[in-house]
């Protein structure tokens, strides 16, 4: 199954927006998208000169300075054909659904906006609408608990579809996760113009990870990703919190290379 | 009441290191979130019942005057007083020289948000008319001096303890703690000798049905129908946006609002008044007046992105919902409606300024949004107001952001609008950053970030962009 294409996609060939924070924080969660994507018989492009969503100054209502931004995304991402996967929520529903708000004073970018949108697709959503969620198959031998991203679950809809490709997974053990649908206090630059709040929030979301004994938590979103690591090294916990597409890549790989189990 | 907005940070970190009333909070969750979700999914049609609801209050909204009229002349045509008040000092003002002008002694209300706006009993009190909450919630807070925690509890941050000190005088620490019951009776007790000798109620409006013109209540205790019923002038208080069409409106909003709020299917008791008795009916009050107020609420209708905030039947159904509030506390918010519709109306009614806080301190989850059972998109509100007072584009008044703030966001644009200056802007950051990290991650950071490492490492930016890595494997695939 691997390296070829049974998907109903109608093309071969697919662009990554990798996000800014992936691609200057975390260049492996793209990388390992990338891997996945191309496991699934894909080829992917880059636009080299892609940087920001505009998101961040949108959130802190700075509009005006993330209008441009946003505008550049919209045009750098025009002038290229078919899918674009984001291996973020909230990027993905910055553009889908926030970019109607910010560019509402000019109908013209809101039309292009939605076009635009229409080929645009989270990570996992992409895989699941395409690929279904039992197109990956790997293994690993972790102890793997699922945190629902907010804007992931509640702005792309994306909710139990991770779970189910996590259990194509040989030897990977699931254990669910109490609240795992409760943000886990990220919010953008509301973690750290308001940490004692951010920090509460987090607290909570720490206990019930570390309740479900997982050496790995995997999730949606890096802001959450990285919220919820720092917070789980600042207690000396040794578990580690993943992307989704980091977990599948790993795991793809092991099934290679006859790593992990069986 | 006198807005206390500006005190968000100080009161929120108070909460947060209050473990009592945390663990109190904790039952907003266990509770409240859970019995609506429970609820949510025993009722088949939910989905649909919200979306009639939305449209309900969608249609209402954009036809308020209309309704409104309707309303009043249908209380009028059944022997009621309609008094519009623009603000909460006319409310006050209206009940104050009615309670006067009746030689009223003593006053019962039962529970009303918006009679908080008004400091009510407060008032009324220092007017020389002996005010009682009837609420057991609202009378404990009474007892204690406070404002309400919640919409619809508002005492849930007391614990056992608390209200047992404040019902019983000779409570001392080390005695047993009465159990719920045992202080339900305590307070039953002190108020059936209170509703033996009111004379004058005031109660709040859950839903005003315009085609009847009656007003209905929504309550577990019984206290609202006994306000009602015992005392002869009845005065039901109300936001001029609790209007509903029609009684089967109504019917589609009751089971909305009662699962949103409690969890339950309908609620102990569902009051429904339909003017003072008649001549000839035994039972009733004599006189049925209806405050009807708009206390900044024409603002927000005026504004067509946050007119949606008036839609809000006041379930709490996203306060239960938000993790903010949830660790938080409702004091917090420093005015009389807190949690995630709080942090939009309160800004809107009590000026901006004050409160930039309220719409700041969200992670825009989304939790409130899909709890609402009207729909509310509160994060898209909250980022209005962001915007308000971040830019004050169209009003610099409320631009409350301050220089430097502004200065770092005009940098990240400069820094975004160029792949070249992304890069080095991030190649900057990690030369900058590297020294103080120990395998990638960093314990204290200098600000802006300094906030995040009082409870998390921050990650060290990578070395090298995905976009450097992938066209080095590129090179190296050709």
């Known amino acids: 199954m691997p390296e070829t294409s049974n998907n109903n996609l109608g093309t071969q060939s697919v662009t990554l927006f990798a996000t800014c924070m992936i691609d200057q924080m975390a260049p492996t969660v793209g990388e390992s998208t990338?891997?996945?994507?191309?496991h699934l018989g894909l080829q992917v492009k880059f636009v080299d000169q892609q940087t920001c969503c505009g998101q961040p100054a949108f959130n802190s209502g700075f509009r005006s300075e993330s209008l441009p931004v946003a505008q550049r995304f919209l045009e750098l991402f025009e002038a290229v054909d078919g899918p674009i996967i984001v291996p973020s929520g909230s990027c993905a529903a910055m553009v889908r659904n926030f970019y109607t708000d910010l560019f509402r004073h000019d109908q013209d970018l809101v039309e292009r906006a939605r076009t635009l949108s229409e080929r645009l697709y989270e990570f996992t959503e992409f895989i699941d609408h395409f690929f279904g969620s039992d197109a990956i198959a790997g293994s690993c031998d972790d102890r793997v608990t699922y945190h629902k991203c907010c804007h992931l679950l509640r702005e792309i809809g994306i909710d139990e579809q991770p779970l189910e490709m996590l259990s194509n997974i040989d030897g990977l053990e699931m254990t669910p996760m109490n609240r795992a649908d409760v943000c886990c206090g990220f919010g953008g630059a509301f973690s750290v113009k308001m940490p004692d709040i951010s920090s509460a929030i987090l607290e909570e979301k720490l206990d019930n990870i570390e309740a479900t004994k997982a050496n790995r938590v995997v999730a949606g979103d890096i802001g959450c990703i990285y919220q919820i690591e720092g917070g789980l090294r600042r207690r000396g916990s040794t578990t580690r919190v993943l992307h989704l597409a980091e977990i599948l890549s790993e795991s793809i790989r092991n099934r290679k290379t006859g790593k992990a189990t069986e | 009441m006198k807005p206390l907005t500006i005190n968000f940070r100080s009161k929120a970190a108070q909460t947060i290191g209050d473990e009592q009333v945390q663990n109190s909070l904790e039952h907003v969750y266990t509770g409240f979130y859970q019995g609506r979700i429970n609820a949510a999914a025993d009722t088949p049609n939910w989905e649909e019942l919200r979306t009639k609801g939305k449209a309900i209050k969608d249609h209402t909204i954009a036809h308020l005057d209309h309704y409104l009229d309707m309303f009043s002349e249908k209380v009028e045509q059944s022997g009621g007083t309609v008094f519009f008040a623009d603000n909460a000092e006319e409310a006050r003002q209206y009940i104050t020289e009615l309670a006067k002008d009746r030689d009223i002694e003593t006053v019962i209300k039962s529970k009303s948000m918006v009679s908080e706006e008004m400091s009510l009993a407060e008032n009324m009190n220092d007017s020389g008319f002996e005010t009682i909450e009837t609420d057991l919630g609202e009378y404990i807070i009474q007892l204690a001096g406070e404002t309400p925690y919640h919409l619809i509890a508002p005492a849930v941050h007391k614990s056992r303890k608390d209200v047992a000190e404040l019902l019983d005088k000779d409570f001392e620490d080390g005695d047993r703690v009465p159990d719920a019951t045992e202080l339900t009776m305590l307070a039953r007790e002190q108020l059936r000798d209170v509703f033996a000798r009111a004379d004058m109620s005031v109660t709040g409006v859950n839903f005003a049905v315009a085609e009847s013109g009656s007003i209905t209540l929504v309550t577990n205790e019984g206290n609202g129908r006994m306000s009602t019923s015992v005392p002869r002038i009845h005065v039901a208080v109300m936001g001029m946006e609790k209007i509903v069409p029609?009684?089967?409106?109504?019917?589609?909003?009751?089971?909305?609002?009662?699962?949103?709020?409690?969890?339950?299917?309908?609620?102990?008791?569902?009051?429904?008044?339909?003017?003072?008795?008649?001549?000839?009916?035994?039972?009733?009050?004599?006189?049925?007046?209806?405050?009807?107020?708009?206390?900044g609420r024409l603002k927000l209708l005026k504004d067509p992105l946050l007119r949606e905030s008036l839609n809000c039947i006041r379930c709490g159904a996203c306060l239960n919902a938000c993790p903010v509030y949830r660790k938080v506390g409702g004091h917090a918010y420093g005015w009389v409606y807190p949690g995630p519709i709080g942090a939009i109306v309160t800004p809107v009614i009590t000026g901006l300024k004050d409160a930039t806080n309220l719409p700041a301190a969200s992670s825009l989850c989304g939790a409130c949004?899909?709890?609402?059972?009207?729909?509310?998109?509160?994060?898209?509100?909250?980022?209005?107001?962001?915007?308000?007072?971040?830019?004050?584009?169209?009003?610099?008044?409320?631009?409350?952001?301050?220089?430097?703030?502004?200065?770092?966001?005009?940098?990240?644009?400069?820094?975004?609008?160029?792949?070249?200056?992304?890069?080095?802007?991030?190649?900057?950051?990690?030369?900058?950053?590297?020294?103080?990290?120990?395998?990638?991650?960093?314990?204290?950071?200098?600000?802006?970030?300094?906030?995040?490492?009082?409870?998390?490492?921050?990650?060290?930016?990578a070395g090298r962009s995905l976009k450097s890595r992938l066209n080095h494997r590129h090179k190296k695939e050709i």
């Not at chain 1, 990338?34 to 191309?38: A, I, P, R, S």
């Not at chain 2, 089967?248 to 949103?260: F, G």
């Open chain 1, 34 to 38: 990338v891997e996945v994507l191309e």
């Open chain 2, 246 to 295: 029609s009684i089967q409106d109504l019917s589609t909003m009751l089971r909305i609002l009662i699962r949103s709020a409690t969890g339950q299917r309908i609620s102990t008791y569902v009051t429904m008044v339909n003017g003072p008795k008649t001549p000839d009916e035994e039972e009733g009050p004599d006189e049925f007046h209806v405050v009807i107020m708009n206390n």
């Open chain 2, 369 to 461: 949004h899909e709890a609402c059972p009207v729909k509310i998109n509160i994060p898209r509100m909250l980022l209005e107001l962001r915007h308000k007072t971040a830019e004050g584009l169209s009003d610099p008044d409320e631009r409350t952001s301050k220089f430097v703030e502004r200065a770092i966001w005009k940098t990240w644009r400069i820094g975004m609008m160029g792949r070249g200056r992304f890069d080095w802007g991030a190649r900057l950051a990690y030369l900058f950053m590297r020294p103080f990290s120990i395998n990638g991650w960093i314990r204290k950071a200098p600000p802006p970030i300094s906030g995040w490492t009082v409870s998390r490492d921050f990650p060290l930016i």
